[in-house]
C-alpha cells in the first residue's frame, strides 16, 4: 500500500524514526511531506534529517507559515497525482484548514484518509474553522487520537468512525537509555524540561517544592518562553538561584544526554480553561533513560507514567516535595522506578510499537 504522510511535526530529527519504522514493513510504501520550515512562536523549527532511510521525504512550500490553524500545502494536489496513494496521513487536527483541504484532495485521486488529534479539552471554533471540522469528521475514514480524553470529546462533537487511540511519536530505546553510571557524588539533580516555559507548565510549583529541600541539590530547567523572567524572579525571591540553572532550548538530538544526567524528572502541568496536558512526551523520554518521574494530575500525565512513577495533585508544591524528598533519601526507590518506567516504555511507546500500531490501522483502513 502507498502511504503518504502529512507531518510539519516530522521536521523534528527525533521524531523522525518512527518513520524508518514504519517504512520497514513489507507492504508499505511510505512517503511524507514536510515544511522547510515551521516559524513556530518559540522560534523556528527547521527540517533536521536524522533518520531518512527508507521512505521518501519530501519538502513542499506551505502558505501561511506559523498559522497553526490556515497553514496549507500548495502543491498537494500536485504531489497527490504524481503518488496516487492509497491512504493520505493526515499529521494534523481535523479544525485545520489543511486537514480539510488534503482530505478534499485526497478523495479526488480514491485515496483514504486519516487525521490525528490530540485535542483532550472540548472547544467551539468560530466560522469557517467549525464548519471545516463538521466536514472533515463526517467525511475521514479513520482518526487516530493521542490521548484517552480525545475520544469522549470527538465523539461528542460527532464523530462516529472508526479511531484507535496511539501516541504521535514513541521513544528509541537505543537513543534514549539510561547511562553507563551516575556519578553519587554530585548531589540530587532535579530536572524540567519543556519546549517553552508557560504558565501552564508549571514550573513555578516546581521552584517552590525545591525551595525547602535540605541537602545537596540542584535544579535544571530547560526551555524558553515568556514565563523565564518570572520563574527567575522567584528563584531569586525564594533564595535559590545557587541552585538553579536555567538551561535554555535544548536541541532535540541532545535530549537524551540532558535527561541521563537526571534523578528525576518532574512534569509540574497545571490544567488552564483552554489547555490540559496532552500527553507529556518528555515523560517517556526520561523514562527510557532510567530516570525516575513525578508528574502533575493534569491530563494524560497519570495514564503516561501508569505505576512506573509518582503522581501529584496539581498546585501541591508541598506535596510535590515530600515526593522529591522520598527519591532523594531512598535511592533504591528511585532506581526501581527508574527501572520500571524503561521496562514501561519498552512495552507501549517505544517508536516501534508506536510505528506498528500505526501500520495496523493503515490495514484496517484498507480492509473496510
Known sequence: MKVLMLSKACLVGAYQSKLEEIAQFDDVELTVIVPPVWLDPAGPVELERAHTQGYRLLVDPIRFNGQFHTYHFPKLKQRLAEIRPDIVHIDEEPYNLATWLALREARQVGAKTL????????????????????????????????????????????YTGPHRVIPQFGVDPNLFCPPPQRDEGRGFIIGAANRRLLPEKGVDVLL??????????????????????????????LGITDRVFFDGPIASLQMPAYLQQLDVLVLSSRTMPNWKEQFGRVLIEAMACETAVIGANSGEIPHVIGGAGLVFEEEDSAGLREQLMTLMTQRERRDSLGRHGRERVLQYYTQQQIATQTVVVYRDILAQ
Not at 214 to 237: C, M, T, V
Open 115 to 158: 487525521f490525528f488529534t490530540w485535542q483532550n479539552l472540548e472547544k467551539q471554533y468560530p466560522l469557517p474553522f467549525r464548519y471545516l471540522e463538521q466536514q472533515v469528521l463526517a467525511g475521514v475514514d479513520f482518526a487516530i487520537m493521542g490521548n484517552q480524553e480525545a475520544v469522549c470529546v470527538w465523539r461528542n462533537k460527532g
Open 208 to 237: 517552590r517544592a525545591a525551595a525547602g529541600l535540605p541537602g545537596i541539590w540542584r535544579l535544571h530547567i530547560a526551555g524558553d518562553g515568556p514565563s523565564r523572567p518570572s520563574l527567575e524572579q522567584l528563584a531569586r525571591d
